[in-house]
């Protein structure tokens, strides 16, 4: 019985640490920091609230007939493999044509901000953080404050969180003088540190064009 008991003892200690095992992967310890709320100077405050304010719909603007086949071929190519994440087509159509729109717009590449989405939030629209930050660009609701309109359950709105998360990003990257390792441990409020930078980059290489 002794012999039964020890065995039985070892096998819960080994479901146990499965379980933690488990869990930390699923929750990754750079998933627990976020942004750090930060003192804002007048304008850069301002800034940023009239970058996120700017009420126009994501609908592609294009120069010439071969930027509108760039964008085409963008399109094409990503829509399959965000087929097991979003599997309504309508539903990857506009999530993928507002991160082309709002990459763009804060001078971002398309692959960076969906690498940030892929660690951040897996790609899903309602995630929240242990921390509280929210959608899939996991916005921490103090933004709304500083900068938008007070009202943090607009942060699961696709553009409104996607815009938040460039600006934001695009913020970080101008503070670290465009040192873009520096400005991703911002973003996560890991700064320094090697873990989630690495991560974003690892999943940025599964979003560029073949």
Not at 70 to 76: E, K, N, S, T, V
Not at 101 to 122: H, K
Not at 170 to 186: P, Q, V
């Amino acid at each position: 019985m002794a012999g039964l008991s020890a065995q039985g003892e070892q096998r819960r200690l080994a479901l146990r640490a499965g379980a933690a095992g488990l869990t930390a992967w699923a929750c990754p310890a750079w998933v627990q920091a976020s942004q750090i709320e930060e003192p804002l100077s007048d304008s850069v405050r301002q800034a940023l609230r009239a970058a996120v304010e700017f009420a126009g719909p994501p609908e592609p603007e294009f120069v010439s007939p071969e930027a509108r086949i760039a964008y085409l071929r963008w399109l094409g190519e990503l829509s399959p493999r965000l087929q097991r994440r979003k599997p309504q087509l309508q539903d990857r159509i506009e999530f993928l044509q507002t991160v082309w729109y709002e990459s763009r717009r804060a001078g971002l590449e398309e692959s960076l901000v969906l690498g940030v989405i892929q660690v951040e939030s897996a790609f899903r629209k309602f995630a929240i953080s242990p921390v509280g930050a929210r959608g899939y660009m996991q916005i921490m609701p103090f933004w709304a404050r500083l900068i938008g309109d007070g009202d943090p359950a607009k942060l699961f709105h696709l553009q409104t969180n996607i815009r938040f998360g460039c600006v934001i990003l695009r913020h970080y990257l101008d503070m670290e003088g465009g040192d873009l390792f520096l400005a991703l441990g911002r973003y996560n409020g890991s700064r320094g540190r090697a873990t989630y930078p690495n991560a974003v980059f690892a999943a940025q290489r599964q979003w560029r064009l073949a």
